[in-house]
């Protein structure tokens, strides 16, 4: 049985392979947004029960677990080792809908 590694942990944050980019929610009505989102990167670099942490909308929550969830990393790696890595991303939706975008962080935020 294999545990589950903090971000802070690893050897280095995973690079991202593929990051879609979350829709904004229309339903919001152009309003600027924003969600923080927890999942684990599994051996393999897939995205594995993303969550949401907080939202300052649920609309935009939902869109950014929705996205999370296509999202492929480097596996993550600690002590040269693969290993599951627990991360967590903020996420911004600016306001304009049509020029939404995702941040990920250099460095892993402390949970």
Request: charged share 20%; proline share 12%; hydrophobic share 45%.
């Amino acid at each position: 049985m294999s545990s589950i590694v903090e971000a802070a942990e690893l050897d280095e944050v995973p690079a991202t392979r593929f990051g879609a980019t979350p829709r904004y929610p229309g339903r919001m009505g152009g309003v600027a947004g924003s969600a923080e989102i927890e999942f684990i990167i599994d051996r393999t670099g897939r995205v594995q029960l993303p969550r949401i942490v907080s939202a300052s909308a649920p609309a935009f929550g939902w869109a950014a677990v929705t996205a999370a969830a296509q999202w492929e990393f480097a596996p993550p790696r600690k002590d040269g080792q693969l290993v599951d890595a627990r991360m967590r991303v903020p996420v911004d939706f600016p306001e304009q809908p049509n020029s939404n975008y995702i941040v990920i962080p250099a460095a892993p935020v402390a949970p």
